[in-house]
Each structure stands twice: as C-alpha cells, then as structure tokens.
C-alpha cells in the first residue's frame, strides 16, 4: 500500500494547485479592473485566474487530508508513539516555512532598496504581528499574514493539531478507517450549522474541514480497494458522495461539491494510473507537484517584484502584460526550484535521519512504511 503515497494522479495535482495559486498572484494585482480594460490577449488568462485561487487551495486542502491519512495509517499499522505524528508533522511545516520567511524579507528588503523605502517596511508592523506569523497563529490573534499563503498552512498545522490529538488518545487495535466516522460527521454537520460567528477564523476552518475529509476519504477507499476489500473502499466512495450531495444541496457550495466529484475521479482512474504517469504533461506536473511545498511559500514575494515592475512602464491594456506574467511565474518556479534544492530537501533529509523509535531500549532506524 506504500505506492499509494506516490500514485502519478496525487502527484500531478499537487503540481495543478501549485500553478492555480502561482497564477492567481501572478494576475490577481490587476484583479480589481474591469476585464475589458486587458488586452484581448490577457483576458482569457485573467478569467481562468479569478477562479484559480479557489480551486489551488481546495486541492491544497484535499491534498493535505490524503498525504495525513496515508502517514497516520502508516503510524497506526507501526504502533509509533503517541507523539510521533506532531513531532513530524510540525517538523515537516515550521522549520521550511521560516526559512521562506526569512526569504521573503529578504526579497522585501531588496526591493526597499531600490524603492528607496525604511527597512521597517520590509517587515511585520509589530513584534506581535512577527511572532503571531511565525508560529501560524496570526488568524487567532488578529494580525495580517505577511507571506501571501500563510492562511492555509495555518489551517494545515490546525489540522495537524486535531489529528494528533486524536491520535495520542487513540484506541490500540482500532483500524485506522474508523478513526475517519466522527470526521465524516463533522464535514456533514459542517454545511448545516457552525460553532463559530460566520467570519471567524475557526467558522473558516469548519468550512474547509469537509475538504480535508474528502482527501482522506480518497486514500481509504483506494487503500481497502488495494487489500482486497472492493465493498469498504466504495463505501468509503459513497462517504465522499455524501459530502458533495451536502455541499451542493444544504450549503450550496459549488466548490466542494466539485471536489467531491474529483475525489471520486482520482478513485475510479487508479487502474489507468501507470499509463498517466506515462503522459508528458503528467511529468511536467509531477516535477511542480514534488516541489510544491517551496512554491506555494516562495512565489508570493516574486511574482509581486515582478509585475509591480512592470507597472511602472505597462498599462494593463499593453500586449505585453502577457510576457509579463510568463517572466513573473517563470521566476518564481525557478526560485522555488534553487529553495527545494537548497533549503527544503536538505531539512526533510535531516527530519528523516533525526526520526527514530525506541525498542527494547535501544534505538532503530524508522520502519520503511513510515517514511515521508
């Protein structure tokens, strides 16, 4: 079941999200002006942005339920401990995410430079709002976020914390999918009532849960269908069903009925995944899709720098706006690209080799199945 982690459809949509969000910061400084004020050349490009930031961040959200169920399934199967899964989880997010921080300052500053602007710009308007950003909490305490996709780790790492508080109080000998019935309840109960004033960063975080669960969802129904047990994995399939039938009809939530509608997708075309991953364009996107974590942290303060330069001598109606964003998403992967290589990889490499479990008072090398 480890090839589930790895299948050529996951991966390629890791790289479809990457680019939704790279593109919708890309356009979506000149979002507010009317679409006919673009060159004709621009505004299909313009049109499909609009929409893009919601779906990279959905598939973002389904991504992130699917890669947690098939980790926690590795470390339930294992026995790990009960603080295994938070020690690697946040050890996977924070230590990356700050470097992209620093990065981001970095970036900043430069511009500064250039901009004739204070350092003090360049940074957090406030101790508080510097540390309520780096520990991801900036949602809680009110503060602005300072790298542009913040939110949505933030709401990751909350997840993360739900989920590995659950598995610290879990039951031994308790199958994982079981652990998915009270989550598949609160994703239904989720499109009819909230604990939360509508607006709140936690009302925020109930409505995103379903699309956690979808992601879950997918992994269990593919992970009964590979040992064997077609009857539970499409009753799992019918689980997600659930949710999109909710979404559309109690909530009116187009969004998540349609990654309902993927989810059962990425279920059903798992027998056509070798000849996927045959595909070039399915290459391409597997490439984006394994630097994925760099990208949606790096792009922000690149493709800003980029376009904002070209402000300075481009009208919105220009053809060349079309170049424009073509050099802006160009540099941000290929910055994203040097920050995997260069920061990403090298701290997972470290997380991987620092992981151990105890036995019989020794230590031993983490078991293959648990590895991220």
Known sequence: MNDLRRLNSINALRGVSALCIVLFHSVGIHLNEDLENFHPTMRPLVFVASYSWMLGSSFLFVLSGYGISSYLNGLVRSGAPRTEFLRMRLGRIFPVYWAAFAVAIAVNFGAGIFNSTPLRESLPPSWSSLLANLFLVHGITGHGTYLLVAWAFAYIV?????VGLVYSIRIRGLPFPFYLIPAL??????FFWSPAAGGSIWDSFWVTWPKFCIGALVYCGL??????????????????????LCAHFG???F???????????????RPLDARLGRLPVVGVLQVIGLMSMSIFLIHGPIV????????????????????VQ??????????SYLFFKGVEQPLNDLRRNRRWTTSGGGLTPPAPSLTT
């Open 251 to 253: 909530a009116g939530d």
């Open 304 to 323: 800003q720098k980029v376009v904002n330069l070209a402000d300075r001598w481009l009208d919105v109606s220009s053809p060349w706006h079309l170049l």
């Open 255 to 269: 969004y998540t009925g349609f990654l309902a509608a993927l989810g059962i997708m990425l279920f059903a075309i």
């Open 185 to 190: 309840a609160a994703a239904v109960i989720s």
């Open 158 to 162: 909350y997840f993360y914390l739900l």
């Open 223 to 244: 992970m009964e269908n590979s040992s064997g047990r077609p009857a539970l994995a499409w009753t799992w399939v019918g689980a997600i069903a659930l949710i999109g």
């Open 326 to 335: 073509g050099v802006s998403i160009g540099a941000a992967l290929a910055v």
